[in-house]
């Protein structure tokens, strides 16, 4: 499990837990019995020193988990699934390309084998072109603001440096599509969304998308349609370590993809230099008869070393880059997320503030503040789950990518170094 992170100081002048609630002073028999949270859900003291309570008894707490679904979440996103437990897999395959009077593009076969009782059928089998990924992961976006919805592969490139529609880049946008939809699958909540189900059954998905924007949840609705007037006092220690994290993550794996990008550019440059460097020597060997079988000794080294470096280039655009750029684009997303969390925490500061100011003796309870208060918690056990859940894909990913890397280098070197 990932180390829990150093507490980093606050982003605001005063903290959300320092702030008086206005209904603090309210009696507690005449509101009902308090609810009183699980111990395994208190945060350490040196975290919440301070604990406010709403009329009902509910801590003011902008770092506990308190939903039930989301503390059941997380307990399933610690949990390694393994293949004899998963009941949902899904495969991207087969590309094609389609030519028609107005525009060419390419469609992917994507495969579902499943035992859950949600889908009517064990096996579909549906075609998707890219924009319908695209329109999967808005819907989920929509429907599930509160977790980290993974990146898709970039939709356009620079014309003249790559032929959308070459075997190399439909093979790599082919895996990182396959990729995406696994993550979902892997995912407990994002694999139960309806929309994650009419993408992989549905025979024709056009027919869902002219519906327009289907309601949002709830959740979605309040997060869509906060206001931008509310300003975020300080954002808990716990976020803003990972906001951190995440600035420092996205600047350095962006440093590596750039030079990474640069050493495949000078290694296919002198790969061109090498192809016409080889031949100058078996040429010449003909000429001379003496030195014929060094010659072509030299030719036929430089020609291995060809191989080499263009087996080596290829397995660092197929293997590196992909996953270097999934995971920049990856920690864009959570910080899109961590955004929106910001967001609800700064609407619940904006109405606490706002109740303070009414100055009633006897106030009512305030609903909207405490369904703000839940959004708040929800945000925050979702977060935190998705975030683990990715710490925990992260390494091993890298894991996999720098020993295999390593891998290619050594083989490389092997094959060029003369015996």
């Not at 020597?281 to 001379?288: A, D, K, R």
């Not at 619940?348 to 106030?363: G, I, N, Q, S, T």
Request: hydrophobic letters at 35%; one cysteine or more; aromatic letters at 8%.
């Amino acid at each position: 499990a990932a180390s829990a992170p150093k507490p980093l100081p606050s982003s605001g002048p005063k903290s959300l837990r320092e702030m008086p609630h206005p209904l603090a002073t309210s009696s507690s028999e005449e509101m009902g019995p308090a609810l009183t949270p699980s111990p395994d859900l208190l945060l350490p003291r040196s975290i919440a020193d301070k604990d406010l309570s709403l009329p009902n008894g509910t801590p003011v707490d902008t770092s506990s988990p308190a939903s039930s679904s989301s503390l059941l979440n997380r307990l399933q996103l610690d949990d390694d699934l393994d293949v004899e437990t998963r009941d949902l897999f899904v495969t991207v395959d087969d590309p094609k390309k389609h030519v028609c009077t107005m525009e060419t593009y390419i469609t992917y076969r994507v495969t579902t084998k499943t035992t859950r009782a949600e889908f009517d059928l064990p096996e579909y089998s549906v075609r998707r072109r890219y924009q319908d990924f695209d329109w999967l992961r808005n819907k989920l976006e929509e429907s599930q603001p509160t977790h980290l919805i993974p990146p898709l592969p970039e939709k356009f490139v620079v014309k003249g440096v790559v032929d959308r529609f070459s075997e190399e880049f439909v093979e790599t946008r082919r895996k990182a599509l396959d990729k995406f939809l696994k993550r979902i699958t892997d995912h407990p909540v994002l694999s139960f969304n309806e929309h994650f189900s009419i993408f992989l059954t549905a025979k024709d998905l056009n027919a869902y998308k002219k519906q327009g924007m289907a309601l949002l949840s709830k959740m979605g609705e309040s997060v869509k349609y906060v206001t931008g007037g509310y300003k975020l006092r300080s954002r808990p220690l716990e976020f803003a370590a990972i906001g951190d994290y995440l600035d420092t993550f996205s600047l350095k794996l962006g440093t590596i993809d750039r030079i990474a990008q640069r050493i495949i550019k000078e290694q296919l440059e002198y790969l061109v230099e090498l192809r016409e460097y080889g031949p100058v020597y078996s040429t010449w060997g003909g000429l001379e008869v003496e030195l014929s079988e060094p010659l072509e000794g030299v030719s036929a080294c430089i020609g291995n070393c060809c191989t080499a470096l263009e087996e080596l280039s290829e397995d660092m655009t197929e293997d590196f880059l992909p996953v270097l750029r999934e995971y920049i684009l990856y920690a864009e997303s959570m910080k899109n997320v961590l955004k929106k969390r910001d967001q609800v925490q700064a609407e619940y500061e904006a109405k606490l503030e706002a109740v303070a100011l009414k100055r009633e003796d006897r106030p009512k309870v305030p609903t909207d503040v405490e369904k703000c208060q839940d959004r708040v918690e929800c945000f925050n056990a979702d977060l935190k789950a998705d975030m683990e859940r990715w710490q925990n894909n992260k390494r091993q990913d890298f894991r996999q990518l720098l020993m295999g890397m390593a891998d290619k280098n050594i083989q490389y070197y092997e094959k060029v170094c003369i015996t």
